[in-house]
């Protein structure tokens, strides 16, 4: 069974940077799309950006030009380069995997909470 473990969360201040990081377990990484998702409270969870197993990449319109997505398959890490922060990217961010593109993100890491302060 396939392992996500985000790391990097944490508190920053707006306008800020973090990197979030997505490890994962299996020796089929690369053929995977991965994906960044976030929750804050009360709200449902959003897709924020997903990058294929091709390399191309799609954002959220509230994040694009300001988050990266990047893959390294040879450490089977997906990133989330987050830049000039907002209060409101505060969340709870998970990322998670899907085998073909069409289909539902079918796991799911923990998650790793991001609070942005003012």
């Known amino acids: 069974q396939v392992q996500l473990v985000e790391s990097g969360g944490g508190l920053v201040q707006a306008g800020g940077s973090l990197r979030l990081s997505c490890a994962a377990s299996g020796r089929t990484f690369s053929s995977y799309a991965m994906g960044w998702f976030r929750q804050a409270p009360g709200k449902e969870r959003e897709l924020v950006a997903v990058i294929f197993s091709g390399g191309s990449t799609n954002y959220a319109g509230s994040v694009k030009g300001r988050f990266t997505i990047s893959r390294d398959n040879a450490k089977n890490t997906v990133y989330l380069q987050m830049n000039s922060l907002k209060v409101e990217d505060t969340a709870v961010y998970y990322c998670?995997?899907?085998?073909?593109?069409?289909?539902?993100?079918?796991?799911w890491g923990q998650g790793t909470q991001v609070t942005i302060s003012s």
């Open positions: 998670a995997r899907k085998l073909i593109p069409a289909a539902a993100f079918d796991s």
